[in-house]
């Protein structure tokens, strides 16, 4: 199986599957000499985790980091960061019933079709337990830029949406609620749609905003290379992502260009910033801001019509534990998605 690096000079390679022995990766490129806060990351992979409210799925799991390599005295030495997640409560029984049948809108069916064998527990590696891998590198991508900051929180639910800008919202409330979304008011109606979803044995998606701030004028590159089109690649790489727009995205098509430009001001900076702090595929200083688009999760504990492995179409619910809603715990990951994209093109910029 291919596909299992990101990154060019910071780059993270992700192992092991839902239901194995352990998660984890090796993050390489990684310059030597950074004290690591290693309880900054066990924060990250607590926002991350299951079982952490009563809107998500009710595994428990710790996500306890074990760092095997590339640190000396809690120092990095600029050799291949190793590390494991150990899985401590799987409950593979749950999955029986999908050894031969396909859950509609999930990867059972391409993932047999195109590798002739699939592990049915918990999706294997297309569950998206994979991304804890990902947050932990992005942890110390964090570290590694730690003068830009990263903040990313739920901007909607179905059809509940924030109806503030970004600049009026205070990002310390983001931890402050089980949904993650620094508006109170709006939080709390999410947080209960949830969970009418949840008891309706159905599911929702929702959309994540991740704002940048202090990021430095020439990251990115011109052409193919552009800082807008990685933090796209690297977004749609998480799963159940349908969607993503930076700066003004889809709202830009319907204005003019005297409404759309954002005027400079004599220090650089600009006046508005539609643009979403990218312009010919690199940072100008201001705010880099954008939108994911989550969809619903595909496993229903509702009864639906699925196809099996012998050609039939036959009645299934879904079983197991799963999340109503993946956006809360999206948030993490989608920080430390921005993260890895970030570092990659600040050391990049280093040696340019």
């Known amino acids: 199986m291919a596909g299992n690096s990101y990154g060019t000079l910071f780059r993270i390679t992700t192992f092991g599957e839902s239901h194995g022995e352990a998660l984890g990766g090796i993050i ?6 950074i004290t690591l806060d290693f309880d900054a990351i066990q924060l990250e ?15 428990k799991e710790n996500d306890e980091v074990q760092f095997l390599s590339g640190l000396f005295e809690g120092k990095t030495t600029g050799t291949p960061i190793g590390f494991i997640i150990p899985n401590t409560n799987q409950k593979s029984e749950d999955y029986s019933h999908l050894k031969d049948n396909y859950r ?13 064998v699939r592990d049915y527990r918990g999706g ?7 991304t804890a891998s990902r947050v932990v590198a992005g942890a110390v991508a964090k570290q590694v830029i730690s003068e830009i900051k990263i903040n990313a929180f ?34 709390e ?48 790489s998480i799963n159940a992502v349908k969607g993503f727009e930076y700066g003004s995205g889809f ?30 595929g690199i940072s100008n200083g201001m705010d880099i801001y954008f939108r994911v688009a989550f969809k619903p ?29 993946v956006v809360p715990r999206a948030v993490p990951i989608v920080e430390a998605m921005a993260a890895l994209v970030l570092a990659d093109f600040y050391l990049m910029n280093k040696i340019y």
């Open 28 to 33: 390489d490129g990684c310059p030597a000499g």
């Open 45 to 59: 992979m607590s926002r991350r985790k299951p079982g952490q409210s009563d809107i998500v799925t009710q595994r």
């Open 104 to 116: 509609p809108s999930h990867a059972d069916y391409v993932y047999e079709k195109k590798y002739g």
């Open 124 to 130: 294997g590696r297309s569950s998206a337990r994979e």
């Open 154 to 187: 739920v901007s909607s639910v179905g059809n509940i949406f924030i109806d503030k800008p970004y600049q009026d919202l205070d990002f310390s409330k983001i931890e402050s609620n089980a949904v993650r979304c620094p508006d109170a008011a709006s939080a």
């Open 189 to 236: 109606k999410m947080e209960a749609y949830i969970k009418e979803i949840r008891k309706a044995g159905d599911t929702v998606g929702g959309t994540i905003t991740c704002v940048i701030q202090n990021v430095p004028i020439g990251l990115g590159e011109p052409v193919f290379d552009k800082l807008h089109a990685e933090l796209g690649k690297a977004m749609l």
């Open 251 to 280: 709202c830009g098509a319907v204005m003019k260009g005297s409404e759309h430009n954002d005027l400079q001001n004599l220090d650089g900076s600009t006046k508005s910033n539609l643009s979403g702090g990218i312009q010919g």
């Open 297 to 325: 999760v595909a496993t229903l504990m509702q009864k639906q019509q699925v196809l099996n492995n012998q050609g039939e179409n036959v009645e299934m619910m879904g079983k197991g534990r799963h999340d109503p809603c």
